[in-house]
């Protein structure tokens, strides 16, 4: 479960998903722990954690995007309840997720402990955003409605794309084929597809894929950073 610290010149500490929370096995209970084992943790994997190792404190955080709101990419989202700190998402993700808790139709891949009114909600709508200088969110939906990846354009390490699970991991993205059940619209991840790998082409982009373990230890992890 992979979270992205960006130090912005203008906007600050900016934090790309949460991870699943702290004391997630408990929260989720045993039927979905099974699909998401925990094998070798320790405590300085906690999101709060990690982001000391780069010398801030998870209160440093000026903005939080999120690129799904399923509960192993959203569940973090508790350590910013009763802040004003804006939490970002799509607006067809803040709506599917909201009505699925609410009616219990995808209650299990979404959960009310984080899905709640004191959390600062700033929803965007549209293809494409440019967020922040340098950083671009692109609507990607297939997997869940309002599923967005992040674009980061970097001075000397080039451009970034952080798939969040558009891409779960690296054999999704190479063999052109959909994710099973996991993916709820083949059409359009189909069409969120294309145009990721249009964006890899004439970006050169190196892509971070939502559980890929193997891909994510190729590069440098918290405290080194690419600038």
Request: charged share 20%; aromatic share 12%.
């Given at each position: 479960?992979?979270?992205?610290?960006?130090?912005?010149?203008?906007?600050?500490?900016?934090?790309?998903?949460?991870?699943?929370?702290?004391?997630?096995?408990?929260?989720?209970?045993?039927?979905?722990?099974?699909?998401?084992?925990?094998?070798?943790?320790?405590?300085?994997?906690?999101?709060?954690?990690?982001?000391?190792?780069?010398?801030?404190?998870?209160?440093?955080?000026?903005?939080?995007?999120?690129?799904?709101?399923?509960?192993?990419?959203?569940?973090?989202?508790?350590?910013?309840?009763?802040?004003?700190?804006?939490?970002?998402?799509?607006?067809?993700?803040?709506?599917?997720?909201?009505?699925?808790?609410?009616?219990?139709?995808?209650?299990?891949?979404?959960?009310?402990?984080?899905?709640?009114?004191?959390?600062?909600?700033?929803p965007f709508v549209g293809a494409s955003l440019g967020f922040a200088r340098g950083i671009f969110l692109h609507h990607c939906p297939g997997h869940t409605p309002g599923l967005c990846i992040a674009q980061i354009n970097l001075q000397n390490s080039g451009t970034w794309v952080i798939t969040s699970d558009?891409?779960?991991?690296?054999?999704?993205?190479?063999?052109?084929?959909?994710?099973?059940?996991?993916?709820?619209?083949?059409?359009?991840?189909?069409?969120?597809?294309?145009?990721?790998?249009?964006?890899?082409?004439?970006?050169?982009?190196?892509?971070?894929?939502?559980?890929?373990?193997?891909?994510?230890?190729?590069?440098?992890?918290?405290?080194?950073?690419?600038?």
């Amino acid at each position: 479960m992979i979270s992205v610290l960006i130090s912005h010149p203008e906007e600050g500490l900016i934090l790309f998903e949460t991870g699943a929370g702290k004391d997630y096995p408990e929260v989720w209970g045993p039927q979905l722990v099974d699909l998401f084992a925990r094998e070798g943790y320790t405590e300085d994997m906690e999101l709060d954690a990690q982001i000391k190792l780069t010398g801030n404190d998870i209160k440093d955080v000026k903005a939080v995007i999120i690129g799904h709101l399923h509960l192993d990419h959203a569940g973090g989202l508790e350590q910013f309840r009763g802040t004003d700190i804006p939490i970002y998402t799509h607006e067809l993700e803040l709506k599917h997720a909201f009505y699925s808790v609410a009616s219990k139709t995808d209650l299990g891949l979404y959960l009310p402990s984080y899905l709640q009114f004191d959390l600062n909600w700033k929803p965007f709508v549209g293809a494409s955003l440019g967020f922040a200088r340098g950083i671009f969110l692109h609507h990607c939906p297939g997997h869940t409605p309002g599923l967005c990846i992040a674009q980061i354009n970097l001075q000397n390490s080039g451009t970034w794309v952080i798939t969040s699970d558009q891409y779960i991991v690296q054999e999704n993205y190479d063999s052109l084929a959909t994710q099973g059940w996991l993916t709820r619209d083949h059409h359009s991840w189909s069409q969120s597809n294309q145009m990721i790998h249009f964006l890899q082409k004439t970006t050169d982009a190196k892509l971070i894929f939502g559980h890929d373990r193997e891909v994510l230890m190729r590069y440098k992890l918290a405290p080194e950073f690419y600038d």
